[in-house]
């Protein structure tokens, strides 16, 4: 057996040595134990797998599972097993509840279970698994829908794309790899402002996409009340979330520093504002385009979280010059909630947002260096970047150059 081995024995014994040495820090839920895990897990499969199960996977196994999964959002299937509370789900009675051909059926459920998305209990019975669960709630369930609808093909036309044009950086929001996809001239804003049933899914899936890991306001993080906690007088108000999607940054903040007095304000663009109704206690409602002047003067805080990232340096400029005007200098602050791509060991949750952002954007993801030159171009000066773990988002915090 020995001769016919493919991977290095003794690479996947380090890491499964590591692995096992890292037990209690993960049990413990020590800050970052639960990343470093994942991504010595994530190596060890590269290391154990052969060639040609690399390319099953990357080839068949996740498109499939990815496929299966949204079949399975569209027939409602995680929610009918979420109904039997844990207990076994027959294809029969799903066959009934989805009405589809039971062949198709029982294939789907064998693919997904096969890939851990739903747990098979015996001979044609399936039940949930947390992820199955956590599919039936919009936030996570949408993250699939928009990804498979309106992300992935673009991703996937990217080489094609790079192709035609002699690969050249994409640069051009109205001329790149989402309107190569997707056959229109509109930049991914525009376009998805006129799919309602897209833009509903994507709004969802931004509240969705960082939960479970720290945020910027988890203590250990940014020191939120040292920072923006010490305030001249109550008057002006506490923060302000730009394009700050349904509100989610403002609740987390507000559940995590309920310390913390002065109005918060959520602002984006109206069809947005529209979808989340009524605001939760204490946090209000702005319709705001952020190529406008910033109508709310003096905040403590202005937040832009993943907001600069869809934009080329040109409007991103554009959207800072519209907020420095109203900070008050010597005491506002910009916090800027973004990855920072490390100059070596980049890991993977920015390195392909880094693509995922070429695809729908023509943009990309920014260093350190280029982060400083950006908001330093805007008359700005970082007074700090905290960063938790690599993988997770950085706040960079910055004021107004006097
Ligand atoms: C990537 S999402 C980030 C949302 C939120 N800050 C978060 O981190 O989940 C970008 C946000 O910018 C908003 N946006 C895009 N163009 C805008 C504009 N011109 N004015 C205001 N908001 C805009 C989008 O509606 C969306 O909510």
Redesign the pocket.
């Known amino acids: 057996m020995a001769s016919s081995t493919t991977y290095s024995t003794q690479i996947a014994a380090d890491i499964l040595g590591t692995i096992a040495a890292s037990t209690e820090a993960v049990v413990q839920q020590r800050p970052g134990a639960r990343e470093h895990v994942l991504a010595l897990a994530y190596k060890l499969v590269s290391t154990l797998e052969t060639p040609s199960e690399t390319v099953q996977r990357m080839g068949w196994t996740e498109p499939a599972r990815f496929a299966a999964t949204q079949m399975a959002i569209d027939l409602k299937i995680f929610e009918k097993l979420e109904e039997a509370h844990n207990a076994p789900v027959s294809l029969v009675d799903l066959v009934v509840s989805t009405g589809g051909d039971a062949a198709l059926i029982a294939r789907t459920m064998k693919h997904l279970s096969a890939t851990n998305i739903i747990s098979e209990i015996g001979v044609d019975e399936y039940a949930s698994t947390p992820i199955s669960t956590a599919l039936t709630i919009p936030k996570f369930r949408d993250g699939i829908s928009y990804l498979y609808n309106v992300a992935g093909p673009s991703l996937h036309s990217i080489p094609a794309y790079l192709k035609k044009t002699g690969y050249e950086n994409p640069g051009n929001i109205a001329d790149g790899p989402f309107q190569f996809a997707h056959k229109t001239q509109n930049p991914f804003?525009i376009w998805l402002a006129e799919r309602p049933e897209y833009a509903e899914q994507f709004?969802n899936y931004?509240?969705g996409y960082r939960q479970g890991k720290l945020s910027w306001c988890d203590e250990g993080f940014y020191p939120v009340a040292e920072r923006i906690g010490q305030r001249l007088n109550s008057e002006p108000p506490l923060l302000v979330?730009?394009?700050?999607?349904l509100g989610?940054?403002l609740l987390e903040l507000r559940t995590k520093h309920p310390e913390l007095s002065g109005r918060l304000i959520l602002?984006?663009?109206a069809d947005?504002i529209k979808q989340v109704g009524n605001p939760e206690k204490g946090i209000e409602l702005i319709v705001?385009?952020?190529?406008t002047p910033q109508p709310v003067k003096g905040a403590k805080a202005y937040y832009l979280?993943?907001?600069l990232h869809?934009w080329d340096d040109a409007r991103c400029l554009k959207i800072l010059n519209n907020i420095i005007p109203a900070m008050s200098p010597g005491y506002s602050k910009l916090l800027v909630?973004e990855n920072v791509v490390p100059d070596v060991g980049a890991a993977w949750p920015i390195t392909s947002m880094d693509w995922l952002m070429m695809a729908l954007g023509a943009v990309k993801e920014r260093t350190e260096k280029q982060w400083r030159g950006l908001l330093q171009q805007a008359g700005l000066e970082v007074t700090g970047i905290w960063t938790y773990e690599q993988g997770t988002e950085s706040l960079i915090e910055a004021e107004v150059a006097i």
């Open positions: 804003f709004n931004m509240s979330d730009v394009g700050g999607g989610h940054d602002q984006d663009q947005v705001h385009d952020f190529f979280h993943s907001v869809d909630n």
